[in-house]
């Protein structure tokens, strides 16, 4: 299996292979398999898969959202008054154990924040959030330069324009 080729992240669909997928952390598997497909036909997260030919190897789910002014950091709601921030969340986000450690994670970390810019353009947003599931997860986001909510640890936030500057720069 780890020499079929990559695929680039898609939409879940019901052709791809989802009942082995394993991260290690079951919540997570059991979204996949049990939410993910139903989730866009009521209004819910999007998720998007990596694949090796049709079996999902890795995951995100992206959702509109707001949070209240008092749960993002300063640089977050500076300028923008005592309203509700608007963001796009990533929900969910995982790498089955067979392919963890090889930089996925990374790479579609970077993919999920290139949606979520694009989607941000369509729909108008401020920040990216992702509530880490736990303090590993926690320090993944950091590295990337997510900010902690001052009223949850495990809630991280990155300003979009941060993310054009720092990811996607315009030569």
């Known amino acids: 299996m780890a020499g079929e080729s990559l695929n680039a992240p898609v ?13 290690g952390k079951p919540p997570l598997n059991n979204f996949l398999i049990k939410y993910a497909l139903q989730n866009p036909a009521s209004g819910g997260a999007r998720t998007y898969v990596l694949t090796r030919a049709q079996r999902v190897i890795g995951y995100y ?22 309203y509700p921030v608007p963001v796009i969340l990533m929900a969910r986000f995982a790498v089955d154990s067979s392919e ?3 930089g996925l994670g990374k790479a579609m970390f970077r993919n999920a924040l290139s949606r979520a810019v694009a989607g941000a353009e369509i729909i108008g947003g401020r920040a990216f959030l992702v509530h880490a599931k736990d303090e590993e997860a926690c320090a993944f986001y950091l590295k990337f330069g997510m900010e902690e909510s001052p009223t949850n640890p495990l809630h991280l936030l990155l300003l979009f324009k941060d993310i054009r500057q720092s990811f996607f720069p315009i030569d």
């Open 11 to 23: 939409l879940l669909t019901k052709s791809h292979e989802i009942e082995d997928f394993d991260c």
């Open 61 to 82: 789910s992206l959702a509109p959202g707001s949070i209240s002014p008092e749960d993002a950091p300063a640089r977050v709601i500076k300028g923008q008054g005592r």
């Open 100 to 102: 963890q450690g090889k």
